[in-house]
């Protein structure tokens, strides 16, 4: 009998959807364009549509762009329930006249609470899908390695996990604000301390990804926009990669030093497969330039990519539709 199997792996910056049989066919900005006037709420795009519309002259004055989504759980239900509906029209094929209810497995943070996980699941019913199956981001990687039991890590924009995950599910594991928002962050405090500049965190962002490198030697520049905290008027500075280098190592570090905790808790008979499979480190920031090297230098362990880290955690999800006996095992 023919299914409908996906995975939503929705984070702070982008939603990956997959469908079984097909891979990934989904990847768009966790974000909704909307005005709010009271109680009421009018919505206008979401993805990459959201953005466009916010560029746009004839948009709505009062529209803002919203994260339904931060630190790895749903801040912003009814938000979430309309953007999802709209990514799900936009992914999935047209309903038939004898299409199955979809199987739906949603990927979550392992540090995830019950009330956190119960929210999770009423959002998803009110869009149609009933009875998900919620799997933590490292369970899903782990369908992708060969190694009975692997340290990963998923270095996110809002919220990152390290966990060790053997066939039984995970064996220790936490998630942590060592992320993307994290440097962006430090970017927003280091641009108004130096240059008397503020900026906003999505300008911070786009800063990072530009000239943001975890190689200390690497010499770009980029010009920033912003407001003068003295005077209030528009102003602008020219920021080198030399001077974010530091910002982005500093998180870097912390997120190192999670890592060799979560290593250290370990049970002895299990560190030589570990020490062998290596570090697999997906999730956006993975894909940043020179952040394996430095977390392979800080940690004397081999740091593995994959392919299109930021699509991991969702094929991953997926593989287990395959082997549903070691899935039910895991979680």
Request: charged share 20%; hydrophobic share 45%; proline share 5%.
């Amino acid at each position: 009998m023919f299914t409908n199997e996906i995975v939503i792996d929705m984070g702070y910056t982008v939603t990956v959807i997959a469908l079984h049989g097909k891979g990934v066919v989904f990847k768009e900005p966790t974000v909704v364009a909307l005005a709010r006037q009271g109680r009421k709420i009018k919505y206008y795009a979401s993805g990459y549509e959201a953005k466009r519309y916010m560029r746009s002259r004839d948009r709505d004055p009062m529209a803002v762009l919203v994260h339904p989504v931060k630190g790895g759980v749903i801040e912003d239900s009814d938000v979430t329930i309309w953007m999802l509906k709209d990514f799900l029209r936009k992914a999935l094929p047209k309903k038939g006249l004898f299409t199955p209810r979809p199987e739906v497995i949603a990927t979550i943070a392992c540090g995830t609470s019950v009330v956190e996980r119960k929210n999770y699941e009423n959002v998803l019913a009110e869009v149609g899908l009933k009875s998900p199956i919620l799997m933590e981001a490292p369970i899903a990687v782990s369908s992708q390695l060969s190694s009975d039991y692997n340290l990963i890590a998923t270095f996110g924009a809002s919220v990152s996990d390290v966990a060790i995950v053997g066939p039984n599910g995970i064996i220790t594991g936490c998630s942590v604000t060592m992320c993307g928002n994290a440097m962006d962050e430090k970017i927003c405090a280091y641009v108004a301390e130096n240059y008397r500049l503020g900026i906003s965190k999505a300008h911070a962002e786009e800063l990072r990804v530009k000239i943001g490198s975890f190689y200390s030697g690497q010499m770009m520049s980029a010009d920033v926009y912003g407001r003068n905290l003295v005077d209030n008027k528009p102003a602008q500075a020219e920021i080198t990669s030399g001077e974010i280098s530091p910002l982005l190592l500093s998180v870097a570090s912390s997120f190192a030093m999670v890592i060799e905790s979560v290593s250290m808790m370990c049970p002895d008979k299990f560190i030589p497969d570990v020490y062998n499979a290596g570090i697999t480190l997906c999730g956006g920031i993975a894909a940043a330039e020179g952040v394996a090297d430095f977390l392979s230098d800080r940690l004397k362990m081999r740091v593995l990519v994959p392919k299109n880290p930021d699509e991991t955690i969702a094929l991953g999800a997926l593989a287990f539709f395959d082997d549903r006996d070691r899935m039910y095992k895991m979680l």
